[in-house]
């Protein structure tokens, strides 16, 4: 039951990751800038984002999920109803960043943190299934927005969001009250120690802070700009929208997946299959540009990539103590998120230089080869390690 109130909740508070890559091109539209500038404030709802899931991850060690949680509901609505007035770029982009990014933190990395404690055995599917929130919700809301937008404007369908926010996730909060069970006891069903590796707690740290930024670096791209690409296409809002969610309902199948093969092979060898394709699949982007040949390509993109993030959070579970959970994993995720952020204006930025998004794609896979570098050393370590015990 707290598993799926989880999801329910990261699907509604998901909307303050997602609703800036509609809005992107009628922003730029009406605010005159270029799309770079207009790029900025999802770079500032990830920096926010980021910063939240370190700040709400180590508040959740101290007191439990539902408080910190209640405060970033309030952030994230009120975020939504003041960004509908505003009247500048550089105003919309700050309250993207502090109050809608910063808001929509507690239901990603504090989330699985918390989803973490309470799933031994199974631990690898619940936490894939709590983090699939997130991508549910990028395949709802874009499916929903441009037809709000269409009729109304991207203001009222922000301000909308907002009260929705507010009268959801406040009472679903309020249902997570329960303090959770940091580990079983030694020896009592279900209970799983912590897994040897021959690599600091520190270090494993930074590796996977390495291996989290290269991958969603890549993972931008076609996330942040497949809405700007159709349209520089010639291909219309509606269709990309409708790519984003296809590749995001696609991720919710791989992250599942992934949970379900992180059981069987270990969180390790998972991400490294899935960084792997994800590589592979971006490649496909730069010759295939055609409508149906990019819904296609957005089909593979997400069942290649869903999978990736969530096995950060399994890693650490696995390899490092429960008390220190929610820090660690808001840590990666904080890493992952900025990648996110760095890569979605580093694309504009790169669009604006060349007239092209093929040199965004061309750079998303080299931050990609970055990824599998760091996660081959992290298998290698694991594998040593494993042996070593044996």
């Given at each position: ?245 296809i590749m995001l309902a696609a991720g919710v199948v791989s992250r599942i997946g992934s949970g379900f093969i992180a059981d069987r092979i ?125």
């Open positions: 039951m707290r598993l799926a109130v989880s999801v329910l909740l990261a699907t509604i508070g998901g909307a303050g990751m997602w609703s800036v890559v509609v809005v992107l091109p009628a922003v730029q539209a009406e605010f005159g800038v270029d799309r770079a500038a207009a790029s900025m404030p999802y770079t500032a709802t990830m920096v926010g984002f980021a910063a939240g899931n370190v700040l709400v991850g180590r508040a959740i060690d101290r007191m439990g999920y539902w408080i910190p949680a209640l405060a970033t509901a309030a952030a994230l609505s009120a975020g939504f109803l003041l960004a509908s007035l505003t009247t500048s770029i550089l105003v919309f982009t700050l309250v993207q960043g502090l109050l809608i990014g910063g808001g929509s933190s507690a239901i990603f990395g504090p989330l699985i943190a918390d989803v973490s404690h309470w799933f031994h055995r199974r631990r690898g599917v619940a936490v894939t299934v709590a983090a699939s929130g997130s991508y549910l919700a990028g395949s709802l809301w874009p499916t929903v927005m441009p037809y709000a937008m269409q009729s109304e404007g991207w203001r009222f369908t922000y301000a909308a969001i907002g009260v929705i926010c507010l009268a959801t996730m406040v009472p679903l909060v309020l249902m997570l009250r329960r303090a959770a069970p940091h580990q079983a006891a030694p020896g009592a069903p279900g209970s799983r120690p912590v897994r040897p590796i021959s690599l600091s707690p520190a270090a494993l740290q930074a590796l996977l802070v390495v291996a989290g930024f290269g991958c969603c670096m890549a993972m931008s791209m076609p996330q942040v700009h497949i809405v700007a690409y159709c349209m520089d296409l010639g291909y219309g809002v509606a269709h990309g929208a409708d790519m984003l969610s270990g969180a390790v060898n998972t991400l490294l299959i899935g960084s792997a394709l994800q590589c592979l699949s971006l490649f496909f982007y730069i010759p295939f540009d055609g409508l149906a040949s990019l819904y296609v390509v957005s089909l593979v993109f997400g069942l290649s990539q869903g999978g990736i993030v969530p096995c950060y959070a399994i890693i650490v579970r696995d390899y490092m103590p429960a008390k220190e959970a929610g820090q660690r994993v808001g840590i990666v995720m904080m890493a992952t998120i900025f990648g996110m952020a760095a890569g979605g204006w580093m694309s504009g930025w790169i669009y604006d230089l060349t007239g092209s998004y093929a040199a965004a794609f061309l750079n998303g896979i080299v931050w990609n080869l970055v990824n599998l570098a760091a996660i081959s050393l992290l298998l290698w370590k694991a594998n040593r390690s494993a042996s070593a015990v044996a």
